[in-house]
């Protein structure tokens, strides 16, 4: 494969300004501390894979060490932030999710063939429920294919100081883990299944059983505003789109229909007040994900449908315009999407098989690609977009004969010393 393109180094005082404001942003909002960094004062050529717990993530990178770091974003996220210019000049390397294109591959080989580093985020998406998204399968060969030492930046407790499916920073202790994983000659000589099994348990998380460990406090940690739209259905009645929040500090999910209550405190854990206690959000999620499963599995014809607006990304202001509305079907067969869109009739179909995974703002809208053409469908039940979250899941699982959920064995973390 020729390697004929150019890397592009990100702009020095850009760059500068970006770490000064990262560094202190990640030591008084996130109050980050180091558990290591392996990577101090290491030079020349490495990439470094992190996991994802929240938006914000990206940032801990910077001050890993004194390298101008070249990360890889996702298009739509990119094109839509309102410092698109500058975050460019970063030398920001944008990427479709779930497309492993020879083109984008080419970029992200030059930059180590260059003599720089890289950062990636294997996983893609964050997490709205505390387990990790899936690490598409072309990631371990080419990590490999890369041909330079892989480092690993694991960073703990992102997801409850900003948990995706709620507004704002929750001050709290959060860690990063810095340290290698392979050494370039070593990772000449593994089997692809070995570097999956290492860097899965490096990457692959449940955040609940890790604050089990930690045991940190987050400021309005008990503020459950936005659950009740990832923990959708009662485990109690089994009903569907049920949960409410309640209490002065917003602390309480309770049914409506049979008046089923849990109670979170300032970890993040929930407590029940009637009922079976379910103490972690990742597991009342799998719960729901496993109940729809055994559904569709048992209907071959299972449907979900959704009234929404369509939204796309207008380069010129890079925010995301209502371009139409229509009606998402999602089925066995595929996406189905029909209204109009900029005055025109459009029937859009897009095939399951292989999205593994949605990108996706829990209670607001889920992002659907077709070809380099993505649609924010902004439901106006935005209450259903943790369902069709889980059914593409569902439906990739049957199409492909693999499991999306993630379920680590065990983690990289380490107590301080």
Not at 149 to 164: E, L, N, Q
Not at 232 to 248: H, L, M, Q, R
Not at 255 to 263: F, I, K, L, P
Not at 361 to 384: A, M, N, T, V, W
């Amino acid at each position: 494969m020729s390697h004929s393109v150019n890397y592009v180094k990100p702009n020095g005082l850009s760059y500068f300004i970006a770490k000064t404001v990262t560094t202190a942003a990640v030591k008084t909002m996130f109050k980050r501390k180091y558990l290591r960094n392996e990577l101090k004062g290491v030079k020349g050529p490495y990439v470094v894979i992190c996991n994802h717990e929240c938006m914000l993530d990206g940032i801990f990178t910077f001050s890993i060490n004194r390298n101008k770091h070249t990360l890889v974003m996702s298009k739509s996220m990119l094109d839509s932030l309102p410092i698109y210019s500058f975050v460019k000049k970063l030398g920001v390397i944008e990427k479709h999710q779930f497309q492993t294109k020879i083109a984008d591959m080419k970029k992200l080989k030059a930059v180590v063939d260059s003599g720089h580093q890289l950062i990636l985020y294997p996983a893609g998406l964050m997490t709205e429920n505390g387990l990790s998204t899936p690490i598409p399968q072309a990631t371990y060969k080419f990590l490999q294919w890369l041909g330079v030492d892989v480092y690993v930046a694991r960073v703990y407790g992102t997801y409850f100081a900003m948990p995706k499916w709620a507004k704002g920073i929750r001050r709290g202790r959060t860690l990063l883990d810095v340290y290698k994983l392979f050494d370039s000659e070593t990772l000449k000589g593994m089997k692809e299944s070995e570097i999956k099994s290492q860097v899965d348990d490096a990457i692959l998380f449940d955040a609940y059983e890790e604050q089990e460990r930690l045991l940190v406090k987050y400021k309005k940690g008990n503020n459950v505003q936005g659950l009740q739209n990832v923990v959708y259905a009662c485990p109690n009645c089994k009903s569907e789109f049920t949960i409410d929040v309640k209490g002065k500090r917003e602390d309480t999910l309770c049914c409506r229909a049979c008046g089923y209550e849990q109670t979170a405190d300032k970890y993040g854990f929930l407590h029940a007040k009637n009922g079976r206690e379910i103490r972690h959000v990742s597991v009342w999620d799998s719960e729901i994900y496993d109940s729809l499963r055994q559904k569709v599995r048992a209907d071959n014809t299972y449907c979900f449908s959704a009234e929404t607006l369509v939204r796309k990304v207008d380069i010129s202001t890079h925010k995301f315009q209502t371009v139409g509305e229509g009606v998402l079907s999602l089925s066995m067969e595929g996406f189905r999407l029909d209204g109009r869109i900029y005055g025109e009739e459009k029937h859009l179909h897009i095939p399951t098989h292989t999205i593994p995974a949605l990108p996706n703002s829990p209670g607001r809208h889920i992002e659907l690609q077709d070809g380099d053409e993505i649609y924010r469908c902004s439901l106006k039940e935005g209450k259903f977009v943790q369902k069709f979250v889980h059914l593409i899941k569902i439906f990739y699982e049957m199409h492909n004969g693999v499991s999306v959920r993630t379920y680590p064995k065990h983690y990289s973390f380490r107590e301080e010393t």
